[in-house]
């Protein structure tokens, strides 16, 4: 009987000690680049021809970028990639403290895929899995300059949620201000 | 007695110090000295720190360097992220061009920063080198580590507009030339930077706690305090006996 529950002890405490060795080591994978941004671009317009363009940040872009994302934004001009009404963005926002780099495809004013590039925090990687980055799929700005629409969040990834939010509401704003440029630039 | 009263006037300003240093340290945490970080330069430097001076780029009347933190610091001005070693830095006459190790960072005549070419936009990790000669940007690359990357050359040219790299056909000594070397900050900076950063220090606790133990003059200063501590001995023996006589 001793010999038996002796048995038992050691099995438990061996599948315990893999448990946490697999998510130990699931949690250190979570960090990384997963995609390069030239591939990204070539991946979103497979089918299409798209044009690497610059978006020059006017000081009002700069002041509702900043007022988005809730710190000043760096850099003077950002790149995309345009084909007709499909610009497809590259950026970068602070999770915790390492910045995680998101690619945001926007068409017509809608989110059409929102996936991340590069993950560098130790913790709250899980942002970068699909089935919580298809909630950003359809989401528009409201005039407040939020999204439209509720994204579900995951439990120890509440500021990685945040940065994925603001910079999708970004790449919208910056959608919207390249296609008020190419309006106000039209004959 | 006379011995006793030598011995005693010998020690006791040594003794004073032991019970103030003892004191403090008894109440260390209540009086927070942990959390007060000296860094002097003569301190650092007995406690064996190395300081190094401080290097960077003076480009145009500008200083580029990073602040050992994160930033690349334009004359004091927080231009741009920068994980160190700050690697080059160039000019053309739109910008500067300033390679760190996480990316080439674009900067306007006026140090604004333009955009960032990093790695997750094509920049080959193994980049050595920004260099500008007649107004042209050529990356120098690691020629040991070439074959795992998708660059054809060492040496490639660089477009600041379109973020592109082709293959350069120039000298490599050429370019070598023309490349600038880090120097020592001017001290006015050097002092700015040291304020700003976060470099060693040493905590007030662990310094009050090594001139009480005598570890802060080294060997001599243990077997001094042990010596002290002795003479303690022998003061309260010869302060009893003294005691006994009298009675």
Redesign the interface.
């Known amino acids: 009987m001793l010999k038996q529950l002796y048995r038992a002890a050691l099995l438990t405490t061996a599948a315990a000690c893999f448990v946490f060795t697999s998510l130990a080591s699931f949690s250190v994978n979570a960090k990384g ?1 997963y995609q ?3 591939d990204f671009f070539t991946e979103v317009f497979a089918q299409q021809q798209a044009e ?1 363009k ?1 978006l020059w940040l006017t000081p009002e872009i700069r002041s509702q970028a900043a007022a988005i994302v809730g710190h000043p934004v ?6 995309y990639h345009q084909s007709d009404s499909k610009t497809a963005w ?1 950026l970068e926002e602070i999770g915790k403290e390492m910045p995680i ?1 998101i690619g945001v495809v926007v068409e017509d004013d809608v989110i059409q895929q929102v996936k991340i ?2 993950y560098r925090e130790s913790r709250g990687g899980e942002v970068r899995y699909p089935a919580y980055t298809a909630q950003y799929k359809g989401a528009a700005l409201q005039e407040d300059y939020q999204l439209n629409r509720n994204i579900d969040g995951i439990t120890g990834a509440t500021l990685s949620m945040w940065a994925v939010n603001k910079v999708a509401a970004l790449a919208l704003y910056y959608h919207a201000a390249v296609n008020q440029s190419s309006a106000t630039h039209q004959p | 007695m006379l011995w006793h009263r030598r011995l005693g006037l010998s020690t006791f300003v040594v003794l004073i110090f032991l019970a103030i240093s003892g004191f403090a340290l008894n109440h260390s945490p209540g009086l927070k000295l942990n959390q007060i970080n000296l860094s002097s330069n003569w301190l650092l430097d007995w406690y064996g720190f190395e300081v190094p001076l401080a290097e960077g780029f003076q480009v145009d009347g500008k200083w580029f360097y990073q602040d050992g933190n994160k930033a690349l610091l334009v004359d004091g001005h927080n231009a741009a992220s920068c994980t160190a070693p700050l690697i080059a830095v160039a000019q053309t006459t739109d910008g500067f061009f300033a390679l760190c190790s996480n990316g080439l960072n674009l900067l306007n005549r006026d140090a604004q920063l333009i955009e960032q070419f990093g790695a997750i936009d094509g920049l080959p990790p193994n980049t050595q080198a920004v260099t500008v000669l007649d107004n042209k940007i050529y990356l120098t690359f690691d020629s040991t580590t070439i074959d795992s990357t998708n660059i054809d050359a060492v040496i490639m040219e660089f477009n600041a507009h379109s973020l592109e790299l082709k293959p350069a056909q120039i000298a490599p000594k050429a370019l070598k030339d023309m490349r600038q070397a880090a120097m020592p900050l001017p001290e006015s900076l050097q002092k700015t930077l040291k304020e700003q950063s976060s470099g060693p220090s040493i905590s007030l606790e662990t310094l009050i706690l090594d001139l009480h133990s005598g570890r802060f003059f080294g060997q001599f200063g243990v077997l001094f305090i042990d010596l002290i501590g002795l003479l303690v001995c022998i003061l309260s023996i010869t302060g009893l006996m003294g005691w006994i006589k009298r009675r």
Do not use: E, F, W
């Open positions: 680049v390069s941004g030239p690497s610059v760096r850099g003077l001009r950002i790149r590259i780099t590039l590069a």
